[in-house]
Antibody
Framework: QLQLQESGPGLVKPSETLSLTCSVS??????????WGWVRQPPGKGLEWIGT???????YFNPSLKSRITLSGDTSKNQISLRMISVTAADTAVYYC???????????WGQGTLVTVSS | QMTQSPSSLSASLGDRVIITCRAS??????LSWYQQKPGQAPKLLIY???TLESGVPSRFSGRGSGTQFTLTINNLQPEDFATYYCQYSGAFGPGTKVDFK
């Protein structure tokens, strides 16, 4: 059974960097055909796709966030990471780790972690 | 860009509910639907417009092509009261909240 577990600080100051890690169990991030990444949801609002990496680590970004984000994978730990620079209050959201099986079909979601951007 | 209508609706148990999703351009059939309940992660219901994800009840169905798509829920059950999102590529619709009349 695939499990995705997000971790990271729940509070980040404005202009600083948000860093999240997703630990994957029950599946390998180097498995061909899948994409691993992040979707976020501001409180009370809709879903926003952030980006994914494929089994080789190649990233795919939401164009609106591309300039601020880095996506990476650590095959030794079977983890993926999200790094977002220069955060503002608008980046306050629940961040979900996801597995996309192609064509952005997201069948697996982590439980989500709330990140609040505030001083 | 994806739009959904209505943004919310009230329904009763046993009702048929239809939610519409429109794309700003022809997206062929690569449209997915998700259900989200409060405090939970979204759940994939349908992909490729009409293919039911494993374990999803058959009262859910999807159809459409090009730029217009629908999600139909027949015989609405208590567990179906939730928010529904359509998705194409990296774009999600704004959601449709289904609540109890």
């Amino acid at each position: 059974q695939l499990q995705l577990q997000e971790s990271g600080p729940g509070l980040v100051k404005p202009s600083e960097t948000l860093s999240l890690t997703c630990s994957v169990s029950g599946g390998s991030i180097v498995m061909s055909g899948y994409f691993w990444g992040w979707v976020r949801q501001p409180p009370g609002k809709g879903l926003e796709w952030i980006g994914t990496i494929d089994h080789s680590g190649a990233p795919y970004f939401n164009p609106s966030l591309k300039s601020r984000i880095t996506l990476s994978g650590d095959t030794s730990k079977n983890q993926i990471s999200l790094r977002m620079i220069s955060v503002t209050a608008a980046d306050t959201a629940v961040y979900y780790c996801v597995r996309d099986r192609g064509n952005h079909v997201i069948a697996w979601w982590g439980q989500g972690t709330l990140v609040t951007v505030s001083s | 860009q994806m739009t959904q209508s209505p943004s919310s609706l009230s329904a009763s148990l046993g009702d048929r509910v239809i939610i519409t999703c429109r794309a700003s351009e022809d997206i062929n059939y690569f449209l997915s639907w998700y259900q989200q309940k409060p405090g939970q992660a979204p759940k994939l219901l349908i992909y490729d417009t009409s293919t039911l994800e494993s374990g999803v009840p058959s009262r859910f169905s999807g159809r459409g092509s090009g730029t217009q798509f629908t999600l139909t829920i027949n015989n609405l059950q208590p567990e179906d009261f939730a928010t529904y999102y359509c998705q194409y590529s990296g774009a999600f619709g704004p959601g449709t909240k289904v609540d109890f009349k």
